[in-house]
């Protein structure tokens, strides 16, 4: 089975959020040979705007914090206060860094287990098609013409899509599209994860 994954996945795995360990999991069966994980090379360079717009907020969130301490700090009255934010501040920085070190582990995993779809100017050219035909982002074309690429090039007897994007990807249009080509749909990680492992268990 061929397993597509896109950047909340990738994002979802680096942050450790809800459907981290499902994810986690994923992976591992792509580790072990059981699954094949593919991934579009687009999705693994969308993260960084993510993180790096997280950072930015909360820079400029720990500077504003920092600029109230300054303040408050010359307030007997609120003589307490200072130490409270500054501990915040920091946490806010420390954060950051954090899960820039968690991106660029997940993406190091990904690069070692899974197929990265490269993009090139034919994905380009299917995603302006599928952008106009479907209302979706640039971004979102891009994604759904690499997986459908691989789709063809590759020809999986069985395939599935996990994409939390559930606004832009779970269409009717959309997943009967997939639906074609034999690529079910998953906007949750934990259910993707129960049908590949049901379908593991079959063959």
Do not use: W
Request: hydrophobic letters at 40%; glycine letters at 4%; aromatic letters at 6%.
């Amino acid at each position: 089975m061929t397993v597509y994954v896109e950047s909340n996945f990738v994002l979802e795995q680096s942050l450790e959020q809800e459907e981290g360990e499902s994810c986690a999991e994923v992976i591992e069966l792509a580790s072990n040979g059981r699954i094949t994980l593919a991934v579009p090379a687009f999705s693994l360079a969308e993260p960084h705007v993510a993180i790096m717009g997280k950072e930015k907020a909360r820079s400029r969130l720990s500077n504003d914090l920092r600029r109230h301490l300054f303040e408050l700090g010359r307030s007997k009255q609120h003589r307490e206060v200072p130490a409270t934010f500054e501990a915040l501040a920091s946490v806010l920085i420390a954060s950051a860094q954090i899960e820039r070190e968690g991106l660029r582990s997940t993406i190091s995993e990904l690069l070692r287990t899974a197929d990265v779809i490269a993009l090139d100017a034919a994905i380009l050219r299917s995603a302006a098609a599928i952008e106009v035909e479907y209302g979706m982002s640039g971004q979102d074309a891009i994604v759904l013409a690499s997986v459908l690429a691989h789709i063809e090039v590759h020809n999986p007897l069985e395939s599935c899509f996990l994409n939390r994007n559930s606004k832009d990807f779970d269409d009717p249009d959309i997943r009967e599209r997939l639906d074609a080509r034999g690529c079910k749909f998953f906007s949750n990680f934990g259910d993707g994860l129960r049908y590949i492992l049901s379908r593991i268990e079959k063959n």
